[in-house]
């Protein structure tokens, strides 16, 4: 069955650093999807992904945070600079359409950071 | 603010019972509904989705959707040990690709 598939699995980082967190998306897969999950919170909306261009974000989501898609199947979140708070499990998730027609979200299986 | 409101619970319930999950959702004009699974440490899962009103079944599981009164449910039937999850209710709320989350109710299953 196809999947999503999130590198790496955990990372450990100094703040300040710069952290780029991996995902490749369901390949017939339209939309891409950043959200994230801090420990024992709600999970957060960060950004989508449509046509090679960023079609929402939130307001988590400022000038230290990045998305690319570099080459045809790797989909990528940068974090410039990162803080404490930016510690969390981040989701990357795909699906075929938006999630306001029939789009169900497949998730990947997360990547926790850790900013000491 | 849009908010999707859930009982963080826990919620305990009977292996075999009936086990029913509520959410509230502040936008009138919410799209699409969902229900996902999330086991600790792991990621969402998606259980259903629903976008009219009415009940939706799927096996075990019923969504129920009640725009007039802005809330979505869940009822889990015959409910097995490996229930035990929190399950997140998320909304579409007059956007294409964001959904909003809500914290979450732990469920129980009790052998």
């Known amino acids: 069955e196809p999947e999503v598939t999130q590198t790496p699995s955990h990372q450990v980082t100094q703040m300040g650093q710069e952290v780029i967190l991996r995902c490749v998306p369901i390949?017939?897969?339209?939309?891409f999807y950043w959200y994230r999950q801090i420990l024992g919170q709600k999970v957060e909306f960060l950004v989508s992904?449509?046509?090679?261009?960023?079609?929402?974000k939130s307001e988590i989501f400022d000038d230290q945070f990045s998305v690319e898609r570099p080459d045809g199947s790797n989909f990528t979140l940068k974090i410039r600079s990162t803080k404490l708070e930016d510690s969390a499990m981040y989701f990357c998730?795909?699906?075929?359409?938006?999630?306001?027609?029939?789009?169900?979200?497949?998730f990947g299986e997360g990547s926790r950071l850790t900013v000491l | 603010q849009k908010e999707v409101e859930q009982n963080s619970g826990p919620l305990s319930v009977p292996e075999g019972a009936i086990a029913s999950l509520n959410c509230t959702y502040s936008d009138r004009g919410s799209q699409s509904f969902f229900w996902y699974r999330q086991y600790s440490g792991k990621s969402p899962e998606l259980i259903m989705f629903?976008?009219s009103n009415g009940d939706k079944e799927d096996g075990r599981f019923t969504a129920q959707l009640n725009k007039a009164s802005q809330y979505v449910s869940l009822l889990i039937r015959d409910s097995q040990p490996s229930d035990s999850a929190t399950y997140l209710c998320?909304?579409?709320?007059?956007?294409?690709?964001?959904?909003?989350w809500g914290a979450g109710t732990k469920l129980i299953i009790k052998p």
């Open positions: 629903i976008y």
């Open positions: 998320a909304v579409n709320m007059d956007s294409n690709y964001q959904l909003i």
């Open positions: 992904f449509y046509n090679n261009e960023i079609s929402e």
């Open positions: 998730a795909s699906s075929e359409a938006g999630t306001g027609s029939t789009g169900e979200l497949f």
């Open positions: 390949s017939n897969h339209l939309y």
